[in-house]
């Protein structure tokens, strides 16, 4: 994962998954990033994938 595209400003939890809710279309790249989102019920775990060892979901509301 290039961290000059995906890095950027450190978001508590509560922050990331109200962000995830509001938004029409998400990259979700991490372990961390990825567990928040299926935890709180906006991906679905047998969505997920992993590409070298990175976890990575996309998210699509429409």
């Known amino acids: 994962v290039d ?11 509560d922050a990331v998954v109200r962000s995830l809710a509001k938004c ?3 990259n979700i790249v991490g372990t ?3 567990g928040l989102a299926v935890e709180h019920g906006l991906i679905d775990e047998e969505n997920v994938l992993e590409f070298e060892g990175t976890r990575h979901a996309q ?3 429409m």
């Open 3 to 13: 961290p000059e595209f995906y890095d950027g400003e450190p978001a508590d939890e």
């Open 24 to 26: 029409s279309v998400a």
């Open 32 to 34: 961390r990033a990825v």
């Open 59 to 61: 998210l699509l509301w």
